[in-house]
Structure formats: structure tokens, C-alpha cells
């Protein structure tokens, strides 16, 4: 590839001789070659086998789109499309409504923010494998912290993780409990670099808390929370680890997010082709969600 | 600055002691940093207590605090278990893709911020970058591990490094690229009218400036990198190269109702990294929120 050399930003000629001629090249060149070589060629590989009927982990025969034909017409594949967009709706939208709400709330309480913002990066430094075990330490029926506290109380413990709806829920408030403190550092941060004017002429002109909300810090964060919600949800997406901890994704088919059924497609039933078509229809998605959020980043003043 | 003092009343002005209206608000706001504070570290804590339990007090007491502290489930984890081997794995694979992709991602990501390349070749590589920085693991990890297999380097620590090199590049040009666009092209112009190289001037100069960013992407890194998972699931499965969530994953797996060495080796297990976050407290909030957002 052949580069012209321009100083950034401004037409002054300012050359260095010989080696530096090529030093972007160099300089760019260890790293295009690792991601390409380590991320990028896989993402294709992938495509690849996707098309590939496998048995034994080697390739029998080209198929051609039939892998992508048997996911539409597998049960477990759209249940587990179901599941995982039903995940990802319920709880991004309780992160979303939890940290706006709280934002709001203190956004002009400097001192409170000081003194619980590196507690609350906990949730999210915990590796999330960690963090499913807390969960399932916490839902556990017999010994768990709200098997004891419904003791406390004199009630019986509450079964979680045996029926699939308490198994999906408990899924949601870990997600909820992993992700809230993000949101709302992301959207606080955007409330505190909002300008004062427009709201400094709506408390002159007597307008509502509520209408001042409608009318002005909605619209001025709607760029932040549109990051902020498009990047947990691309996130969410494809949650793997907290899941394969709390649940393997069952009881029955109930936490079985696409990811699983994809991890398991590939290494417990051995379905190479068909794990990987699935997958890519995933990678699909993400780079379409992805791609929105990278172009709201961009159009965002840096 | 507090909230409650009104921007109205000049400072000289002396102001009547707190009222019990600010005595009140004060007792709520202390509320809500508790409450706050409580909903963080409540389940960590009750997994710290429940790992400090023995089997018999766990499963026959249902009392919060543990009544005779044990060590017990944290010796089993090292002695008939293979954490020690866990975490020398975390440490190597963590600092050393973290150390490649640091010295790899600057220098990439100072050409992309001060370099117009033919054709904007510049933007595209940027663009390109940030969408393979959120690409989750899952989408591309049958054509990993059949690369790593083909290749021999199933079960190997290499595999690893080399994975999350290439990923943590990503971050790392990422959140350089704005970091050097910060710093002032002039710095550089002067020192290369006094005879540096382009290179030398990058070393000598920009890259001390940029120190503060680096420090805050290395974090966000060696975090991302640590809690790792999913690659290390599938391309390891001996104590010889498997890392710590690994190893805390599948014992779980195994042993279903020991809760006490289940809870250490939760504790254990997320020790390391929130060790090191405290002891870099201080650049960690940045580092995070830029990680997060940027």
C-alpha cells in the first residue's frame, strides 16, 4: 500500500528523509496484521465453514446454504432468538430507566457521587464468570443469602433457579446488578457536560420540572442514551459467560441465550457447519447494531 | 460545592449554621450512599462470608456472619485443586498480550491520528478497528479453535497471549488515537526542526505526554483481559494453560452443592483483578468510562 505523508491537520510540508517516508506503514503495520490475521480472517473462515457439512470435525461436503435453511426450521434456534431478544429488551430497558432515573436524580450532588462512584465500578471489574457464581450462591434454595433471609422472615425459601421463569429473571436482575452502574455513569457523565442555558431560561419562564424534562433533557441526552443503549444492547447480545455459570441455559431451554445454544451446537453436539452459520447470522446482527452505534460515536462532537 | 448552598448569597456574607431542613437532607443523602453502596457490595460480601463458612455451618445454620471462621475451603482450592497454577497462567497471559498489544496499538494508533493516509485509507482503518473492537468472541470462535488445533496450539498459554494481543489492539488504538489527537502537533514539529526523527520525536516527546492515557488503556486492558472466558474456555482445558475464570468455571461445574469451595473460589477467583483495581484506584475511572464509551 502506498501512502502519501502529510502531516496531520495542516498543509505544512514537515518531512523527515528516508526511513520516515515509510514510518506510517511501520508504525501501522504490526497491528493491521494481528487483528487481520487473528480477528478478521476467522470472521471469513467462519463463513466458510458455515456452508460445510462436518462430521468428526472434518469436512464431508459442501452444503451450500442448508445450514442456514435448518436454523430457520429448528425450534431451539428461534426459541433461542426469542429468548435472548426478550434478555436483551428487559434488561437494558430496567438499566436504562434504573441509571437514568438515578442520574437525574443526583446529577447536581457532587459529594454523593464522589464517594459512591468507585464502589460502584465493582459490579462491572468482577469477572463475569464470578459473578454467576455470586448469583447462584445468592439463589441458592437451601443455603443461599435470600433462602436466608426468607428464614429471617419466617417464610419458606423461594425456589429460583428450578422453574424456568425465576431462572430467566434471576438472569435479568444479575444483568441489572452487572450493568446499572455503567448506564449510569454514562448518562450522568452526559447530564453533567449538558449547557445551563435552556434550563436557566425554562425556570425564568416557570416552566414544570417535568415539562423542563420533556423539553430539554431529553432531547439534549437523547445522543448519550442512544449510545449508551446501543452499545449494552450489542453487548447483551451475545452474553455468554454469566449464563454458563448461573444456568447452562436451562432448567429446559428457558436461559438458553443464542450464544449458548451456539457454544453447545458446536461443542457438545459437534455441529460444526450448523454452529457456525448460526453464529455468523449473529456476527450479522452485531455488525449492523455496531455499525449504527460506531456512526452515532462518530457524529458525537469528540 | 454542595448543592444546598445557594449561589445567590455572596460568600462574604455570614451564613447562619445548617438549618434542620439541611440536617435532614444531609441524614437523606447519607441514606443514599449507603443504600448505594449496599447494593454493590452485598452479593460480593455474602459470597466473601459464605467462603469463610464450613460445609456443616453453610447448609445447617442460616445466619449471615459465619460463626467459627474457616480456611479450610480456601486451602482446598491450592492444595487438592490447581489455583496456583490458575493464576500464574492469568498473570503471564494477562500482562504479556496487554505489554504486545500496548507497544503494537500506540504506534498504530499515533499514525492514524496524525497521518492523512492515500484515499482516507486512515478513516477506514479507524472505522474498521472500532467495529472489530466490539465484536463479541462467540461470532468467531469455531474458526479459532479450529485455527489453533490445526496449528498444535490447543492448551497452550501462546494461544491465548496471541488472541487477546490482537483484541486488545483494538482498545489500545482506539483509545490512543484521542489521546494523541489531544496533544499539540507543534510539540513535535519543534523537536523535529531541532533534528529529531519522526520516530524519535514520537518517542521523546509524545509518547511521555500521552503517559496518563496509556496508563488508563492498560488498565481498561489488563480488566477486559483478566475476565476473559470464552476463548479461554475453549482453547484451554489442562491446569497447564487454563486461566482463572476457567479454572473457577469448571469447578463449578463439577462440584454442585460444595458451596464453601464454590464460594472461594469465586473470591479467589475475582481476587486478583479487584486487587489490582483498587491499587490503581486512582486512573480507574477513566479508564473504565473511556473504555466503556469511547
Known amino acids: ?302 | 460545592m454542595t448543592g444546598s448552598s445557594s449561589p445567590l448569597v455572596p460568600a462574604a456574607v455570614p451564613q447562619p449554621g445548617p438549618s434542620r431542613g439541611d440536617r435532614l437532607r444531609g441524614l437523606g443523602w447519607l441514606i443514599a450512599t449507603i443504600a448505594a453502596i449496599a447494593f454493590a457490595i452485598t452479593p460480593v460480601i455474602s459470597m466473601l462470608l459464605t467462603s469463610l463458612k464450613s460445609n456443616r455451618e453453610i447448609t445447617q445454620e442460616t445466619s449471615l456472619v459465619p460463626q467459627a471462621l474457616t480456611s479450610a475451603n480456601y486451602v482446598s482450592l491450592f492444595s487438592g485443586r490447581e489455583f496456583g497454577a490458575y493464576l500464574t497462567n492469568s498473570i503471564l497471559v494477562t500482562s504479556i498480550s496487554v505489554l504486545i498489544a500496548l507497544v503494537v496499538g500506540t504506534q498504530a494508533a499515533y499514525v492514524l491520528a496524525r497521518f492523512r493516509l492515500r484515499g482516507g485509507v486512515d478513516r477506514y482503518i479507524g472505522f474498521a478497528l472500532l467495529m472489530v473492537r466490539l465484536l463479541p468472541p462467540i461470532v468467531i470462535i469455531i474458526p479459532i479453535f479450529l485455527a489453533a488445533q490445526g496449528l498444535g496450539l490447543l492448551n497452550t498459554r501462546l494461544s491465548l497471549i496471541v488472541v487477546y494481543a490482537a483484541f486488545n489492539v483494538t482498545i489500545v488504538v482506539w483509545m490512543m488515537e484521542s489521546f494523541f489527537r489531544e496533544i499539540p502537533v507543534d510539540l513535535e514539529e519543534a523537536a523535529m526542526v531541532d533534528g529529531d526523527t519522526r520516530f524519535t520525536a514520537f518517542r521523546r516527546i509524545v509518547l511521555p505526554l500521552a503517559a496518563p492515557g496509556l496508563v488508563a488503556t492498560g488498565i481498561f486492558a489488563v480488566i477486559t483481559t483478566y475476565n476473559e472466558f470464552l476463548f479461554a474456555l475453549v482453547l484451554t482445558s489442562t491446569p497447564g494453560a487454563e486461566t482463572m475464570p476457567v479454572g473457577a468455571a469448571t469447578l463449578i461445574g463439577r462440584i454442585n452443592v460444595d458451596w464453601g469451595a464454590m464460594s472461594a473460589a469465586g473470591v479467589i477467583g475475582a481476587l486478583p483483578i479487584v486487587v489490582f483495581s483498587i491499587a490503581v484506584q486512582r486512573h480507574l475511572v477513566r479508564g473504565l468510562t473511556m473504555g466503556a464509551v469511547k
Do not use: C
Open chain 1, 1 to 302: 500500500m502506498a501512502v502519501a505523508l502529510t502531516p496531520g491537520g495542516r498543509g505544512r510540508a514537515l518531512r523527515g528523509s528516508g526511513l520516515d517516508r515509510v514510518l506510517p506503514v511501520l508504525m501501522l503495520g504490526p497491528a493491521l496484521f494481528l487483528v487481520l490475521g487473528v480477528i478478521v480472517y476467522p470472521l471469513f473462515d467462519g463463513l466458510r465453514s458455515s456452508t460445510g457439512f462436518y462430521r468428526f470435525g472434518r469436512l464431508v461436503r459442501d452444503v451450500g446454504l442448508d445450514n442456514y435453511k435448518q436454523a430457520f426450521a429448528d425450534p431451539l434456534f428461534t426459541e433461542a432468538l426469542l429468548t435472548t431478544l426478550r434478555f436483551v429488551v428487559l434488561a437494558v430497558t430496567i438499566e436504562l430507566l434504573l441509571g437514568l432515573g438515578l442520574a437525574l436524580l443526583v446529577a447536581r450532588e457532587r459529594r454523593f457521587i464522589r464517594r459512591i462512584r468507585a464502589t460502584l465500578l465493582l459490579p462491572m471489574i468482577v469477572t463475569p464468570v464470578v459473578v454467576g457464581i455470586v448469583f447462584r450462591l445468592i439463589y441458592a434454595s437451601d443455603v443461599g443469602l435470600l433462602a436466608s433471609l426468607a428464614h429471617a422472615v419466617g417464610l419458606s425459601p423461594p425456589q429460583i433457579l428450578s422453574n424456568g421463569g425465576g431462572a430467566f429473571a434471576g438472569l435479568v436482575i444479575l444483568d441489572v446488578w452487572e450493568w446499572t452502574p455503567l448506564m449510569f455513569l454514562i448518562l450522568l457523565a452526559g447530564i453533567q457536560s449538558m449547557p445551563v442555558e435552556p434550563f436557566e431560561a425554562a425556570l425564568v419562564d416557570g416552566a414544570t420540572g417535568w415539562r423542563t424534562f420533556i423539553d430539554h433533557t431529553l432531547p439534549l441526552l437523547r445522543p448519550t442514551i442512544l449510545v449508551a443503549v446501543t452499545l449494552r444492547a450489542i453487548d447483551a447480545l451475545t452474553t455468554f459467560d454469566q449464563v454458563y455459570v448461573l444456568t447452562r441455559g436451562g432448567p429446559g431451554t428457558s436461559t438458553q441465550l443464542i450464544s449458548i445454544y451456539g457454544y453447545q451446537t458446536f461443542f457438545q453436539f459437534q455441529q460444526v457447519g450448523y454452529a457456525a452459520a448460526m453464529l455468523f447470522m449473529v456476527a450479522l446482527v452485531f455488525l449492523v447494531g455496531s455499525g449504527f452505534a460506531v456512526g452515532l460515536m462518530r457524529r458525537r462532537p469528540a
